[in-house]
């Protein structure tokens, strides 16, 4: 999979989930980030809103805490047997945003260290 491909888990919930990371830079520390309904006990890191995706109908918060770190191996695996069902890919200037706001945001450290070694966040 790509850096900026979106995916819905089927029977697991209705959120969209992104890949902000570069599968091709270190294809073992994908990281991927949920989207979650704006509410403001969540992440207002990075705030959404209708349009700024074709998936996102309503205000919207990327889910920086429940972001998780696979291999690209593992979601393809995931992919082909029909687990992920994949979106319409984020912009280039949406994927930049996200990118750019996970320094000010909850983000799991872990994640942050894949995006950092990958020289994409400070």
Not at 91 to 118: C, F, H, M, T, W
Request: glycine share 6%; aromatic share 6%; hydrophobic share 40%.
């Amino acid at each position: 999979m790509h850096a900026g491909d979106t995916f819905l888990i089927p029977g697991d919930d209705d959120h969209l989930w992104a890949i902000i990371s570069d599968p091709a830079k270190d294809p073992e520390n994908v990281v991927v980030v949920l989207f979650l309904s704006w509410a403001e006990k969540y992440d207002q890191a990075c705030a959404l809103h209708a349009g700024d995706h074709p998936f996102i109908k309503h205000d919207t918060c990327v889910g920086y805490r429940g972001a998780k770190v696979l291999s690209n191996r593992r979601l393809e695996e995931l992919r082909r047997a029909g687990k992920l069902r994949l979106k319409a890919p984020l912009s280039a200037q949406l994927l930049e945003l996200i990118r750019n706001k996970a320094e000010v945001s909850d983000i799991p450290s872990g994640a942050y260290s894949a995006l950092r070694n990958q020289g994409l966040v400070p």
